[in-house]
């Protein structure tokens, strides 16, 4: 019978809201399976830091944004500062959550990413043939590199919802953005709950697709 076998680049790994460089250590060089360990343990399971005096509130908005976006709050979840307590992002490595930290959300859904990708679709047929436009230069910019960006995230399972304008016509679009206007402005008037500069939603197609995305980042 052969025993089970740990990393050792993981054993030191045992806090719930481990230090971002030593996650980003970890990741660099442990290898693939470290990094796909980080992502499913670490980085998707177990009470968020931002919510981790009151792990009820973090489960009373999931069930509030479950209701209003149909899917089961279990395929909800936090990551960013929210998630770790500080940032993993390279150019704000071990930055503290606190006031005024985003609240980055991302859900697994496949039903809603495929809502997503065809609004994504009808905006970008939109957009291309000139039956709608950008307000300005500046949003013309961001509305070309999202349609740049946008079908290379697609194919690899996920999608941000912000990378399509939010009007009527992309109703899936258009109920995330009102959902996380509205999301904030109740933690806001909460008492003893975590404030929020920004609320964004990602969604995924797979919980592989989750692994593989935030496997491929730590590269």
Known sequence: MEPFKVSSHLRDVVSPYPDAKLISEVA???????RQAIARL???EGIPFAFKECPAMYEAIRSWVGSRLDIDPKELNVTGSARLGQS???HKMGKPFG???DLDIFIISRELFENLKSDFNEWSYDFESGSISASNERENGFWKGNLYRGPKNIARGFIDSNIVPNHDKYRYVRNIAQT????????DVTSDAPK???ASVRCYK???SYVKQISLGFQ
């Open 28 to 34: 660099k060089h442990g290898g693939e399976s470290a």
């Open 42 to 44: 670490w980085l998707s």
């Open 88 to 90: 993993l992002a390279p």
């Open 99 to 101: 006031d005024g930290s």
């Open 180 to 187: 996380m206007y509205l999301l904030k402005e109740k933690l």
């Open 196 to 198: 929020f500069c920004h």
């Open 206 to 208: 797979s919980w592989s």
